[in-house]
């Protein structure tokens, strides 16, 4: 079986609360792309019970297999239920440390994918708290559609927004955030603006008003992230943002455009939705 797991932007972040059990509420809106890896399982009829053996290409991963989300997306699944030897092959598409929930993605497809495979029958409530476990933005991958998320990002609930009709560009400069790091240092602060409220004004209106937390800290740590967003805008951008905590940079056009020559090599995705 073979499924694309898929990348979200993030059009607003914000910290709200630091929680005393580690965590953070935030608040955001989780918009899927259509940018995906593949991930393929096949059942392994020469291998014991219990074992994945997990083949990786396309960009490279850090980490050893067994921190890989796919892997512990097994693993909590075999400890549970109980499963067949399998061999997965992921090819990655979406680079890691970006922002794009490339791993909560494949980690969440992962579980979906075994659930059909094997007819296991876990239910939607589930399959959400396996999900949550492995990642608090990993629930949003089981259905993505654009939702709001509150607490730590797993609070979600459908949004009526849509870019329909607009070209989004995406950048990777190639350099990752500390995610501990970025949460240190991100501004705490409530939206100004409600994000349940973004309807009312036109995309236009987001700039300044809709916010990500963690830029200012990365673009201290990073400058060409700044300087992609600036370059964005001044290629006629109607908002532009870094997404997640980063690294990766997004910009909504109304029109389709040149790459701009400064930033044409991170350059990594365009989709016009």
Same mark, same amino acid.
């Given at each position: 079986?073979? !499924?694309?797991?898929?990348?979200?932007?993030?059009?607003?972040? =914000?910290?709200? +609360?630091?929680? %005393? %059990?580690?965590?953070?509420?935030?608040?955001?809106?989780? =918009?899927?792309?259509?940018?995906?890896?593949?991930?393929? !399982?096949?059942?392994?009829?020469? @291998?014991?019970?219990?074992?994945?053996?997990?083949?990786? @290409?396309?960009?490279? !991963? #850090?980490?050893?297999?067994?921190?890989?989300?796919?892997?512990?997306?097994?693993?909590?699944?075999?400890?549970?239920?109980?499963?067949?030897?399998?061999?997965?092959?992921?090819?990655?598409?979406?680079?890691?440390?970006?922002?794009?929930?490339?791993?909560?993605? +494949?980690?969440?497809?992962?579980?979906?994918?075994?659930?059909?495979?094997? +007819?296991?029958?876990?239910? =939607?409530?589930?399959?959400?708290?396996?999900?949550? @476990?492995?990642?608090? +933005?990993?629930?949003?991958?089981? %259905?993505?559609?654009?939702?709001?998320?509150?607490?730590?990002?797993?609070?979600?609930?459908?949004?009526?927004?849509?870019?329909?009709?607009?070209?989004?560009?995406?950048?990777?400069?190639?350099?990752?955030?500390?995610?501990?790091?970025? /949460?240190? =240092?991100?501004?705490?602060?409530?939206?100004?603006?409600?994000?349940?409220?973004?309807?009312?004004?036109?995309? !236009?209106?987001?700039?300044?008003?809709?916010?990500?937390?963690?830029?200012?800290?990365?673009? #201290?740590?990073?400058?060409?992230?700044? /300087?992609?967003?600036?370059?964005?805008?001044?290629?006629?951008?109607?908002?532009?943002?870094?997404?997640? @905590?980063?690294?990766?940079?997004?910009?909504?056009?109304?029109? #389709?455009?040149?790459?701009?020559?400064?930033?044409?090599?991170?350059?990594?995705?365009? #989709?016009?939705?």
């Amino acid at each position: 079986m073979v !499924v694309f797991p898929g990348a979200k932007i993030n059009i607003g972040l =914000y910290v709200t +609360d630091r929680r %005393d %059990d580690g965590y953070h509420n935030i608040e955001t809106l989780f =918009y899927p792309l259509g940018f995906s890896d593949i991930l393929e !399982v096949i059942p392994n009829r020469d @291998s014991q019970p219990g074992i994945i053996d997990l083949t990786l @290409s396309g960009l490279k !991963v #850090e980490g050893s297999a067994e921190t890989n989300l796919v892997v512990r997306a097994y693993r909590l699944l075999d400890a549970q239920l109980g499963l067949p030897g399998v061999k997965a092959y992921l090819h990655k598409c979406i680079p890691t440390g970006a922002g794009l929930g490339g791993g909560s993605s +494949d980690g969440a497809s992962m579980l979906l994918l075994l659930n059909k495979l094997y +007819d296991l029958n876990l239910s =939607y409530c589930d399959l959400f708290s396996l999900a949550l @476990s492995l990642g608090s +933005d990993c629930p949003f991958f089981l %259905d993505p559609v654009p939702s709001f998320a509150r607490s730590r990002g797993e609070e979600l609930v459908q949004a009526g927004v849509s870019l329909r009709g607009l070209h989004v560009l995406l950048f990777h400069p190639g350099t990752g955030i500390s995610t501990a790091a970025a /949460y240190r =240092y991100a501004t705490v602060a409530k939206p100004s603006v409600p994000l349940e409220q973004m309807n009312q004004l036109s995309v !236009v209106g987001w700039k300044g008003v809709i916010q990500n937390a963690f830029e200012s800290y990365a673009f #201290e740590q990073h400058p060409v992230i700044g /300087y992609i967003k600036e370059e964005l805008y001044r290629s006629g951008a109607l908002y532009a943002s870094m997404t997640g @905590s980063g690294s990766a940079v997004y910009g909504l056009f109304d029109r #389709e455009i040149d790459i701009p020559a400064g930033i044409s090599k991170y350059f990594t995705w365009k #989709e016009f939705f």
